[in-house]
């Protein structure tokens, strides 16, 4: 397989933007591109490469190789890669650890991490707790609308890290835009969502005795890592001329946030997500670019 970009599936939730179709150059007819899949294989979506037949999916069960080494013990492609753009906040939810979500939900739980690509001034995340809260308190402010009163609000600036584990209750604010690498799981639990209705003009489903279960009620304690048994990112930033290597353990994947690069008489651009397959072996890349870089 030769060295590509992939094909996203797209989501239009409600509090979409457009910056990922005017900024980051994705093609779609939908007109508010929330989600932006760039490296998927779930039943809720999955990503392509340009110029092939296959998708992820295809890949990860027909040349598991080109995957690499380290996703030999997972069923499931091990992670989603996706850019997020939140023009208005995202719900306050939770997601369950693997243990709740195989035994309840026949899914993977749901731990990710994101990168700030952009935030406007005073845009924030809302990350875990300012104090421990009881379950008590906790299910009283989710009846009173009140939850917002507790959580703790991180204002964010791009080029940051936040690494969020299964059972931290969290939301994105409005006016960020992170590129987000998390677990394969679209598994969700709503706990507030602002009184908005959806598509149907009903209010948004809450998924609050789930949510209770599985949240941690202690004070965040701020965590940094960038990769954990799923995945394993790090930020790059090209100049000039850089060598680097795929080899059989992982595949290799640039998420470019500015600028672009050339390699193997290809040129990328912000937006794009560049597949190296694992085993490719030593490829250089020319350009000028900020980007995360992915690996199993």
């Not at 979506?45 to 080109?66: I, K, P, Q, V």
């Not at 935030?119 to 402010?141: C, K, M, S």
């Not at 850089?242 to 008489?265: L, N, R, W």
Request: net charge negative.
């Amino acid at each position: 397989m030769k060295i590509t970009k992939t094909i996203p599936a797209f989501k239009d939730y409600i509090w979409g933007g457009s910056k990922l179709k005017t900024e980051f150059n994705k093609k779609t007819d939908l007109t508010v591109v929330a989600e932006s899949w760039e490296l998927a294989a779930h039943k809720d979506g999955t990503s392509g490469f340009e110029g092939e037949s296959f998708d992820l999916a295809d890949l990860f069960e027909n040349h598991r190789e080109l995957i690499g080494t380290n996703a030999d013990k997972f069923e499931r492609f091990p992670m989603i890669i996706k850019l997020i753009d939140a023009k208005n906040n995202l719900s306050v939810q939770v997601h369950p650890s693997d243990e709740y979500a195989l035994k309840n939900e026949n899914s993977y739980g749901k731990t990710e991490m994101w990168y700030v690509v952009e935030a406007e001034p005073g845009a924030g995340l809302y990350v875990g707790f300012d104090r421990d809260v009881t379950e008590e308190e906790f299910r009283t402010l989710i009846a009173e609308n009140r939850l917002q009163e507790v959580l703790h609000f991180i204002p964010v600036k791009p080029g940051e890290w936040f690494f969020i584990e299964a059972g931290t209750v969290h939301a994105i604010g409005k006016g960020v835009l992170i590129a987000e690498v998390q677990q394969n799981s679209n598994l969700t639990y709503r706990l507030y969502d602002y009184g908005r209705v959806g598509a149907d003009g009903k209010p948004r489903e809450l998924h609050v005795e789930k949510g209770v279960k599985v949240s941690k009620l202690t004070a965040y304690t701020p965590d940094k890592r960038t990769s954990c048994e799923y995945f394993s990112c790090e930020s790059v930033a090209i100049s000039g001329e850089q060598s680097f290597v795929a080899d059989k353990t992982s595949f290799v994947a640039f998420v470019i946030m500015d600028g672009g690069f050339a390699v193997e008489g290809k040129t990328y651009q912000k937006g794009d997500t560049v597949f190296i397959p694992a085993g490719y072996g030593k490829f250089t890349v020319k350009g000028e670019a900020k980007t995360v870089l992915v690996r199993v």
